[in-house]
């Protein structure tokens, strides 16, 4: 299993993190955030209650081509195998946003609806990273750090991107066990990202914890299923949000279910 730092699961016009070893992907992510608030308003002599209701639904893609070098030395350090990378990314990302805007006074409402989109055809960030791996018969064991250059094109105007606009860096560590006789494959991957301020909205996201975890029976050789789930923990709040946002500091979890086969000609990696 490898690490996927980086992560920021919430509807975001920066466009997708991804940090991945070369190839095509397709992305795609909806998200629908709703809003409502209520006020007492005086018509006339009566009070009456206005109610407004703002629903938002985010729907982006992006069809990226990542390549990820990697060098990996022959020298063992700290009696482990370093191996050093960097990840880039080519492709297209879009975004369309969809708005319904619903008013009330009373028996009295009105609705207002409208969207827009965007699209970029560009590069994305650079993710240099940097892991160190050890193994002791069915037990191994990982430690990484990564990171992202803002290097992408990033606009706080657009609706999608493929940077990010700000620098992020990623480390933490892993461990696998893999019985190949008894076919039993266990792997955690957990990690803490930090983000820099992003400098032309001042918006800065807070630190969060992730961790990715997958277990695995082998059927034959080609052939396995399993679980994979992932949890995500915002730490720290996010800041240069409006005050009456209030604070930002989502989790998330997800639990997955897995079956896949492995090409004859492909070796089926852990960690």
């Given amino acids: 299993m ?6 920021q699961p919430r509807c975001d016009p920066a466009g ?7 190839g095509l992907l397709s992305h795609q992510r909806k998200c629908i955030r709703q809003c409502r608030g209520a006020r007492e308003i005086q018509v006339g002599r009566i009070p009456a209650a206005a109610n407004v ?4 639904h985010l ?30 990314l080519f492709g297209r990302s879009s975004a369309d946003l969809a708005r319904t805007l619903t ?9 207002r609806t409208g969207s827009f989109g965007d699209s970029i055809t560009s590069v994305g960030d650079l993710y240099p990273q940097a892991t160190l791996k050890w193994s002791a018969g069915v037990h191994n064991f990982m430690t990484y750090v990564t990171g992202d250059v803002p290097v ?5 105007s657009s609706l999608a991107n493929l940077g990010i606009g700000h ?14 006789q008894a076919g039993h494959e266990f792997s955690a991957v957990g990690g803490f990202t930090y983000n820099f301020k992003n400098q032309d909205t001042q918006y800065q996201n807070g630190i969060d914890f992730h961790l990715d975890w997958g277990a695995s029976q082998f059927l034959s050789k080609q052939v396995f299923v399993g679980l994979v789930g992932y949890a995500y923990q915002q730490v720290t709040d996010d800041f240069g949000q409006h005050p009456v946002l209030g604070a930002f ?11 896949a086969s492995c090409l004859p000609w492909a070796t089926c990696r852990v960690i």
Avoid: E, K, M
């Fill in 2 to 7: 490898a690490s996927r730092p980086l992560r």
């Fill in 16 to 22: 997708p993190r991804l940090v991945d070893g070369g």
């Fill in 53 to 56: 209701n703002l629903n938002l």
């Fill in 59 to 88: 729907n982006a893609q992006a069809d990226l081509i990542l390549l990820n070098p990697t060098y990996t030395f022959a020298t063992p350090v700290l009696g482990g195998q370093l191996a050093i990378g960097v990840t880039g």
């Fill in 103 to 111: 008013a009330a006074v009373g028996p009295l409402a009105t609705t």
């Fill in 152 to 156: 992408g094109a990033y606009s706080p």
């Fill in 167 to 180: 620098a992020a860096i990623d480390a933490g560590g892993g461990y696998t066990y893999f019985n190949p």
């Fill in 249 to 259: 500091g989502p989790a998330w979890w997800a639990l997955v279910r897995r079956s």
